[in-house]
């Protein structure tokens, strides 16, 4: 996914990296950085959307991010922040099937009725059939993970793949999800 707004600067950015890390630690832990975002309910922001997004900006493995790299976090937030907006049509605070069929369809997906409504149901949280901010963002990770391990073995490209019962294992096994 190809986001391209500008990296705000450092000063704007050290002040609220100051205000994310509570504990004056010097790093954003998953436990600071989920308190710090909201997916626009009183439901706590989903903690495996917070454990992706740090493994993501943890260049040292440390499963913290530095002020070094909080900029590249912070854009990576506010980003998808902007897209769930603009595919938020109706402005009902969620993503609903029409919606993400639309959004993944964007971003390159060609996705059946069925398949989409697959994953609302996997990522629906609430029960109401309609996806959250966190949750849309968790969603599109674990598709763009599925998605490359699947190309990985779609060498000719033609959406097609045959795979053993191990290779089938270690695949999803080996998957970051
Ligand atoms: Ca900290
Ligand atoms: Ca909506």
Partial sequence: MAFNSALPNQEFLWGIFQKVDKDRSGYISADELQMALSNGTWTPFNPETVR???????????????????????????????????????????????????????????????????????????????????????????LHTLTSAFRQHDQDQDGIITLHYEQFINMVFSLKT
Wanted: with cysteine; net charge negative; hydrophobic share 35%.
């Fill in 52 to 142: 992706l997004m740090i493994g993501m900006f943890d260049k040292e493995s440390r499963g913290t991010v530095s002020f070094q790299d909080f900029g590249a976090l912070w854009k990576y937030v506010t980003d998808w922040q902007q897209c769930f907006r603009s595919f938020d049509r109706d402005g009902s605070g969620n993503i609903d099937k029409q919606e993400l069929q639309t959004a993944l369809s964007t971003f390159g997906y060609r996705l059946s009725e069925p398949t989409v409504e697959t994953i609302v149901r996997k990522f629906d949280r609430m029960g109401k059939n309609t996806i959250l901010f966190d949750d849309f963002i968790q969603a599109c990770i674990v």
